[in-house]
């Protein structure tokens, strides 16, 4: 037979089990809310693209147009004919993105992630659900931009110094 004391103890657990339980739920509710993956192609629908580089990018990277977030990326494989990153990502229902755009890998800063940036064109013809974006524009990686600003400036230095 239980007592009293230890009745109530079970009882403690219990609530404190619970509100942890409530309090991991709520979590993951905003977790997938902040991070886009509610965006589903059941919300929107699908384009794609093709890229030479990807770099910084993964299922779940942001879509933006005019800096605001429109979908986000839901499929990377690659190519193995032509060695490119083909992507899809959904768009928002409701946004319709003009046939003559572009798509380009953008990145948020120095120390900022990357994200996919539609530039709308001018068209007044529209992308249909599964229709490819051909006009891209892929990562710049800004180790390779570094590099080259260090050996530029290296060999002018001992250019100036002959």
Not at 89 to 94: G, H, T, V
Not at 100 to 108: F, M, N, Q, T
Not at 142 to 161: C, E, P, Y
Request: without cysteine; hydrophobic residues 45%; glycine residues 10%.
């Amino acid at each position: 037979m239980a007592t009293k004391v230890e009745m109530a103890t079970n009882t403690r657990e219990i609530l404190a089990g619970g509100i942890v339980l409530a309090a991991a739920v709520a979590f993951a509710v905003y977790a997938r809310q902040s991070t886009g993956l509610s965006v589903s192609a059941a919300s929107g629908y699908e384009l794609s693209a093709s890229f030479r580089s990807l770099e910084g990018v993964t299922v779940g990277t942001d879509v933006r147009l005019a800096g605001v977030k429109l979908g986000a990326v839901t499929k990377i494989r690659l190519n193995p004919e032509t060695y490119r990153a083909e992507t899809t990502f959904s768009i928002e229902q409701d946004i319709k993105i003009p046939d003559d755009s572009a798509v380009v890998v953008s990145s948020e800063g120095l120390l900022g992630g990357n994200f996919v940036e539609i530039i709308p064109g001018g068209s007044l013809f529209y992308f249909e659900p599964g229709d490819e974006i051909e006009d891209t524009q892929g990562a710049v990686s800004l180790i390779s931009l570094l590099m080259k600003f260090v050996s530029s400036s290296a060999s002018s230095s001992a250019d100036a110094n002959q």
